[in-house]
């Protein structure tokens, strides 16, 4: 075959070159024709290629403005950026934490293992590792080295990347120093560790010294002839030990400034020991954890006190089986009290106001005025008390 009729097979054209019309003419049409669709097919290609490298050359020069704009984003925060390999190895470093290692450029940085920097204590290297092999994002302190030689305290955040194959191909750090934190939480733990312990030392100290002026009213009271001045030094000695009460629970508790009601009142009620009538059955019926402050603790225990005296004094005389139920709950945000004893009970026409039982007057009194709440009594069957107060 010869090259002119190649040309013909490709341009599709049928000839048959043995007819008569086949002239030179037509030949030089022919050839004419082929020079020009090759050029047409080779002009077309062309421009097809050149907006092929238009838009090439345009989306590198996007990229290029992009990536200046995220890299100067980056370079100018104020937290540290690492991002690491999938080696763990850090191939990118901002300024931020390369100033914060005490590095004069990523140079010195870039191709350390970032476990490098880390100070190995308690277990912070392990700890590390086993946050990337989670594969979740995840937030950690970790004590870093600097330079110097420096600990620096900081709070990293963990983001592994992880490709569509599950395999992790990077981890990304954000790492923010917190040394100042860490210092000022330090300085005040031990400061609030210095005043618990002042605390307890008072608390300790004004229990004893209750206790003292306890033992020398209990001196006083055996050398005393008379009866019902003998009472009134040993009441005025259970008032005094209600309250350092409060202060021993408080000094032996982790909280100095709340104690739990039941303990407080079980305590209390093991001083009626002290007095000569028969211990009466004691029932304590508290139904939840209630814990009381010092500004209600030892009004509460003062008016409780008070009760089991006038109940000694008055309920059980001629009482075969004495006993005291003492109840407390919460209820509606209020802490409510209930007293009761199956003595004697109150007669008729009772009234506090006109009687001479200073106990309950003192009672009343410091429920109503110092904790602003309510404080109601009856005697039908035995002695009743409610109380509620507030917290």
Known sequence: MTLLQGIILKLNITFDFNQNYFTAATLILVIIFAVSSAFSISSEVGRKIDRLMEERENAKNEYMKSEKKYRSLVESLREGIILLDANSKIIYANPCIIKLLGKESDDSITGNEFINFIIDKDDSVSDFRKIIENGMVSICELPIKSLSGSQIYSSITVVPMIDSSEKLTGVLLGIMDITDKRNTEIELKKTIEDKNTLLKELYH?????????????????????????????????????????????????????????????????RFIESYEINKPKIIIDIQENIMLDVEMAVPIGLIVSELIIDSQKHAFKDTPNPSILFKSSFKKNKLMIEYSDNGCGLSEDFSLDKSGQLGLKMAKNIAENQLKGTFEISGKSGFLCRMSFIP
């Open 205 to 269: 100290r004004t229990k004893n010294n209750m206790q003292i002026i306890c033992s020398m009213i209990r001196l006083h009271t055996s050398s005393v002839s008379d009866n019902s001045f003998a009472k009134i030094l040993k009441e005025l000695e259970s008032r005094i030990l209600s309250m350092a009460l409060v202060h021993q629970k408080l000094y032996e508790s982790n909280d100095l400034s709340q104690i739990e009601l039941k303990s407080y009142i079980k305590d209390l009620f």
